[in-house]
Every structure is written in structure tokens, then in C-alpha cells.
């Protein structure tokens, strides 16, 4: 089994409280659309934890303890063991629609998971390997761990939703995180829960940072820990086009930024066609590409596979019911990752010395 291609990766630039109730909506948009979706995210402070752990002796007085610590606690539908959630923490979740609900070939999409990540890293001169390493949390032969040290956690779902199977594909990476402090957190609350339950080694777990100091013998590249928070893996561009690695160079060099300006509407549909716009623009907002929406078009800014992404979905919105489809789009390519989508108004009425109507 391969990852399917997806047509762009949402990035969620603000943490979301209620991961495990996004996912599912993501599971269900799957089912909904037929087509793969991708997210990438960060969590709130707090643990994901299966539904095993309501058993523990002191469940109740442990999750009121940690949401009083302000680490509150979710449970999940699948198995395993206790996630971390937080600053630092990148969550990769993606739903595709699946041949059967029935879990199959799942040891080969959880490597072609872990390659593709693996590939990614390796860019950075970062050896990660599949492998399970004792003492870490929710430990699995599918863990990508570095230096025998866990760096990627990954876990897979299989699902019916409204009769149509699908299938979540998630890995969780420590970007930047404390090992040391995720581990004292997380050892708290299971020592909270009662019984012999999990403890961990905080030298059993590493991050992307640590892991690049260690190859590189420096403080890495320039705004290393803030460049992981704002950008970690945005080179999930790549997934847009279907015979590319899923991620390559994240990290490294800045963007190179695309102003696109298109319009699209079907053929043949009557004389208002607002029905397939909205259509258009839902995929649009949904995507977390910045845009801009005019009377005329749609402004997207991003780098080329990402606007292009946008793009391609929006025309796979119509094609399903519409067998002619207009477009018409011009495009603006910089190098270097500066903002262009308010500047370029700013710098105009800059210098007339007034603001103008946008």
C-alpha cells in the first residue's frame, strides 16, 4: 500500500483544542468527498489517551488534576497508550477513502508512512529508523526514533462512515518539545491514574532540534526552534503532485512565494452559477492557504505547490458534476518568503498617503 496524493495540506497555524474531535470531522469530510485530506497541527497543552485508561483506579481524580495543571485530557476511539499534546508537538493526520473498513495491508502504510517521513528528515541530515524504543510513550515497532531514541509516533485508524470506509493515517513529531519535560508531565499523570501503569525515560525520547545540534555541531539554521513552529513540514507541498515524495526539505531555505489571482466556474449551468462559487470558495477557506476574495476572483499566496494545490482541488470540487469548466488566472512569483497578499496595497497607498478601498 502506497499514501494516496493529496491535492493540499491544511496547516493549522493555531493550536486546536479538541484535536480528536477534529480528526474526526477530517475522517468524515474523507467519506463525505471522496477524496484524501491532509492536516497538519499542533495541540493544545494535554494527553490524548485511549479509552482503557477510564478503567484506572484513579481516573476521575487524575484528569481533574492535569486539567487543573493545565494539561486537560482526551480520549480516543483506538488503542495504544498515552500522547502528549502541546507546543512543539506537530500532528500529521491524513484521511483518504479506504477499499474496505476492515484494517489490510496496514504494516505496509505504516512504512510508507515512516519512509516518507524518514526521507524528509534524511534532507536535514537526519538519520531516522523504524524501530520501537522502550520506555517511550505509546511505544510501537512504527515509532521513527534517532539514534535509538524516539523522535515520531504513529498510529493508524480504519472507519465506516455513513456506509463508506475510510482510513486515518497520524504521526505525531516532537519538533522542538522538551523530552525531559513531556516525560515528567506525562509520568505525573500516569502515577496519578493508580495502579502499575506505563512510566517513561525521558532519554528513550529526542526532537527534531536535538536531533539536527547532534548531526550539525551548531545551534542549527538561523531561528531553528521559531522556523519549527511556524513552518515544521510545510513542504507538504510536495503532496500535491502524486509522484513526489509526500515531504521534502523542511526547514531550509525560505519560501518562494506565489500571488495567483483565478476564477473558476462551470459551463452550461444557467445564468447564476453561485451555487458551484461557494463550492469553490468553501474548498478555498478549508485549505489554510491565505487568500483574498474579490467580486471578480479569488487572491491565494503560497509557495507554487501549495497555490497550484488549491487549484487542483477546486477544480476537482466541480468536475464531479460539471462537464465544462471555465478558468481564467494570472500568477506573480517571488523568491524569498515575504508577504505580499496586504503589502503590495500597503506600499501604494503608502505613498499616496491614504488608504484606498480594497
Known sequence: MTLPAFGFVT???APLAEGVAREAEWLAAAAREGRAVAHLWQGAPGFVVPRS???RPRWDAACAASTAEGRPVQVRASGGGLVPQGPGLWNLSLAWPAPGAEP???TALYRALTDELAAAFARLGVDARAQAVEGSFCDGRFNLAVGGRKLVGTAQAWRRIDGRPVVL???VIVVDADPAALTEAANRFEAACGDDGPRYRAEALTSLAQAWHAVHGDTGPAGFEARADRRALRSHRAAARARDPLLHDPFTGDLNMVLLEFAMAPGGKGESVSEYVARIIDVIDRSGVPYQLTPMGTILEGDWDQVMGVVGACFR???TDCPRI?????MDYRAGGDSRLKSKVAKVEQRLGRKLAT
Open 104 to 106: 489490510r495491508e496496514t
Open 53 to 55: 485508561y477510564a478503567r
Open 169 to 171: 493515517a497520524h504521526a
Open 11 to 13: 496547516v493549522h497555524e
Open 326 to 330: 471555465a478558468m481564467n488566472l494570472k
Open 317 to 319: 470540487a466541480l468536475e
